[in-house]
T-cell receptor, first 112, second 112 residues
Framework: DADVTQTPRNRITKTGKRIMLECSQT?????MYWYRQDPGLGLRLIYY???????NKGEISDGYSVSRQAQAKFSLSLESAIPNQTALYFC???????????FGSGTQLSVL | QQQVKQSPQSLIVQKGGISIINCAYE??????FPWYQQFPGKGPALLIA?????SEKKEGRFTISFNKSAKQFSLHIMDSQPGDSATYFC???????????FGKGTHLIIQP
């Protein structure tokens, strides 16, 4: 859906490298969320933001940081990537009261 | 601590049959219970959701049954079709503010 754009779609990196995953949305939603998906573990919340000045840690924030550069942009960084951060990462703006979260297409990250 | 427990992990149903996926939650402050459907290579998409003031919600072939006293809710897919083959996630949230807590997912296969 064109509402949410995640870049890159796929990324392979090496242990110890810094990497940034980017997310942008076109509908002016205030709230944005980052989740990671691992097979058999479901989706787990990493960070979320209610606006550019409000950043909150989720269930598994260790090893990650985020930046809300503007209402439309919410980036996730891995300061020093490790192999167990290999996962599918989703950005999700909060669309409206009835739909709650709308997920982008995801970024598949592999850390070697 | 896993706040939302989903079962089964995988499910095979014959075309035309009823698919049933169950979830149990622990946090009595949860007040919103959605189900998400995910196809390979795509992000999860909202399928149907319920709030605890009703015991059942139906949308087409999809029904959520909710049992507040037992802290359980389930997804029923009537007349299951091969196109329903996907991974299904239950989730819960508290007031919508701090994101969704997901179950681990159910891989559903509908055999023709």
């Amino acid at each position: 859906d064109a509402d949410v754009t995640q870049t890159p779609r796929n990324r392979i990196t090496k242990t110890g490298k810094r990497i940034m995953l980017e997310c942008s949305q076109t509908k002016g939603h205030d709230r944005m969320y980052w989740y990671r998906q691992d097979p058999g573990l479901g989706l787990r919340l990493i960070y979320y933001s209610f606006d550019v000045k409000d950043i909150n840690k989720g269930e598994i924030s260790d090893g990650y940081s985020v930046s809300r550069q503007a209402q439309a942009k919410f980036s996730l960084s891995l300061e020093s990537a490790i192999p167990n951060q290999t996962a599918l990462y989703f950005c999700a703006p909060y669309r409206d009261k009835n739909e709650k979260l709308f997920f982008g297409s995801g970024t598949q990250l592999s850390v070697l | 601590q896993q706040q939302v427990k989903q079962s089964p992990q995988s499910l095979i149903v014959q075309k035309g049959g009823i698919s049933i996926i169950n979830c149990a939650y622990e946090n009595t402050a949860f007040d919103y219970f959605p189900w998400y459907q995910q196809f390979p290579g795509k992000g999860p998409a909202l399928l149907i959701a319920i709030r605890p003031d009703v015991s059942e919600k139906k949308e087409g072939r999809f029904t959520i049954s909710f049992n507040k006293s037992a802290k359980q809710f389930s997804l029923h897919i009537m007349d299951s079709q091969p196109g329903d083959s996907a991974t299904y996630f239950c989730a819960a949230s508290r007031g919508g503010a701090d994101g969704l807590t997901f179950g681990k997912g159910t891989h559903l296969i509908i055999q023709p």
